[in-house]
């Protein structure tokens, strides 16, 4: 990335703050105005000028003044973020979410939920939450309780605390002894195993104990099949009532993308095998229809484990409160799933 001069470091972060809260394009004379510099307006507009030549900043065609562009948040948050205080969320405020939070005790899917609220209500953008789930599954237990005579409901549990149900039509009547010692067989063959090393079969297995192992397979495909996950979003009013999202164009398509799903798990899935908090800034989304917004993730769980929680906004947004407010809950709700699961691996 291109090296800045001090004053142009410091006009940039000028730009980035004064656009991030007034919504504005800012012109040399403003900046030279109200900023102790120590140079002439001139002077500021050959910097901003060297700036806009650099790709760091922009003019709309109804101003004079300058906004930000994708390369300069870039830099804001690489270079400049480590220096301000709201990098991370007030004690105060980190106290407040953390009793929350225990207020709701052990419920994972009650967390998710009080996640993407949190993150909301911090950045005042949309925010959204993946359930946590393992990168590979294992058999902890099968468990088939009869319904009536051919329909039996399977409960499959993993060894890091994945339940399943699901409801089977069985290929002939069962009472529920006859389905016990069908589970007890299942649980022998198959606990402590996953889809890389599921045991060979064998001759003589009835044909209902054939079928149920089909469906527990099936099962641990779908918990594995990470682009097979719910998302969670809170705040999505907070983003469109952004100046941003006045087009109705760029409405629509934010709403494509968080009613279709898929493609932005696609997304998010890449960020479970990354460390720390990412930031995606405008044209460096994979999806085209981001790319006039920025996306903040962060991976959270314990072992093998994970989800997916972050932030979606226009690239106007208080970066340094977003990442701030992403890596904390992050952070909380590792901490507190390792508490329920211990160290998973």
């Known amino acids: 990335m291109d090296e800045l001069s001090e004053r142009q470091k410091q006009i940039l972060r000028i730009i980035i703050e004064e656009y991030i809260n007034t919504v504005r394009p800012v012109a040399s004379e403003n900046i030279a105005a109200k900023h102790e510099l120590g140079v002439k307006p001139a002077t500021v507009r050959n910097e901003m000028a060297e700036l806009e030549a650099g790709g760091y900043i922009t003019h709309t065609h109804t101003s004079a003044g300058r906004i930000p562009a994708d390369k300069g948040y870039r830099y804001f948050v690489q270079h400049m973020l480590g220096f301000s205080p709201n990098l991370s969320l007030p004690n105060d405020e980190q106290r407040t979410i953390q009793h929350q939070f225990h207020q709701v005790q052990n419920d994972v899917e009650e967390w998710m939920r009080l996640s993407a609220a949190v993150l909301a209500r911090t950045a005042q953008n949309t925010a959204l939450v993946t359930e946590p789930r393992s990168v590979s599954a294992t058999v902890k237990q099968c468990q088939l309780l009869s319904i009536k005579e051919r329909t039996a409901l399977l409960v499959l549990v993993t060894q890091d605390g994945t339940v399943r149900q699901q409801v089977i039509a069985l290929p002939e009547a069962k009472e529920q002894d006859e389905l016990t010692t069908i589970s007890n067989k299942l ?5 402590g195993r996953g889809l890389t090393n599921l045991p060979a079969a064998e001759p003589g297995r009835s044909e209902v104990e054939r079928e149920i192992e089909t469906h527990v397979v099936a099962m641990l495909h779908s918990i594995e099949d990470l682009t097979n996950r719910d998302i969670i979003y809170d705040g999505l009013v907070n983003m469109l009532s952004q100046p941003e999202f006045k087009a109705t164009e760029r409405v629509k398509q934010v709403l494509e993308i968080i009613e279709g799903g898929g493609s932005l798990l696609t997304l998010l899935t890449d960020v479970l095998t990354q460390e720390g908090v990412q930031v995606i800034i405008g044209d460096e989304n994979r999806l085209n229809d981001l790319r006039q ?16 929680l972050g932030i979606i906004g226009p690239t106007r947004m208080e970066y340094g409160r977003s990442i701030g ?9 590792s901490e507190m799933m390792a508490d329920v699961y211990g160290p998973l691996q």
């Open 187 to 191: 649980n022998e063959r198959l606990v």
């Open 293 to 308: 917004c920025s996306v903040i993730l962060a991976r959270y769980g314990v072992g093998e484990k994970a989800g997916v």
């Open 325 to 333: 407010g992403v890596r904390y809950v992050a952070r909380l709700l």
